[in-house]
């Protein structure tokens, strides 16, 4: 059973890659400027390829999950998502909420993470962190095989 288990994990994995593998892998991005990432994810969007959150998303980075149809997204077990309210710089470098900034991202992501946000006070300052069993209710589970980023 194990070993059709890691045969069919593979073979998920490689099928989402296709002959290119073309596999983009988030591991440790720690987001920055909001449209940054709109043009990022806008150009990714087209090209088919597979998204793997396999550590830490945080902040912008978060809108991979808006701009990438949730179908071309999975996770692993390491993945782990971090949300805060968009902010400005402030008098003397200080952070200050965007509202229109926070309501437009709050407004891309599916359903099933608004919901999860909401539950848990809404966008704020304080950073909120969505991982494990929560996440993969949420998306996919992937299974990663090194081969597969050799020629990534």
């Given amino acids: 059973m194990k070993t059709l288990t890691l045969l069919l994990s593979s073979a998920f994995l490689f099928a989402c890659a296709g002959d290119s593998h073309a ?14 990432y709109l ?35 999975c996770v692993t077990e390491r993945a782990n998502l971090a949300f805060h309210a968009a902010w400005d710089f402030g008098a003397g470098g200080r952070h200050i909420t965007n509202r229109e900034a926070t309501r437009m991202m709050y407004s891309m992501y599916p359903a099933p993470v608004r919901s999860w946000i909401s539950g848990r006070g809404g966008l704020s300052p304080h950073t909120i962190f969505l991982r494990g069993t929560q996440l993969q209710t949420m998306f996919p589970r992937c299974y990663l095989d090194a081969a597969v980023f050799l020629r990534s």
């Fill in 23 to 36: 596999v983009v892998r988030i591991v440790n991005d720690r987001g920055g400027l909001i449209q940054r």
């Fill in 39 to 73: 043009d990022r994810y806008d150009g990714l969007k087209g090209t088919g390829q597979t998204v793997v959150i396999d550590g830490l998303c945080a902040s912008a980075c978060t809108i991979v999950l808006a701009k990438i149809p949730s179908g071309r997204v």
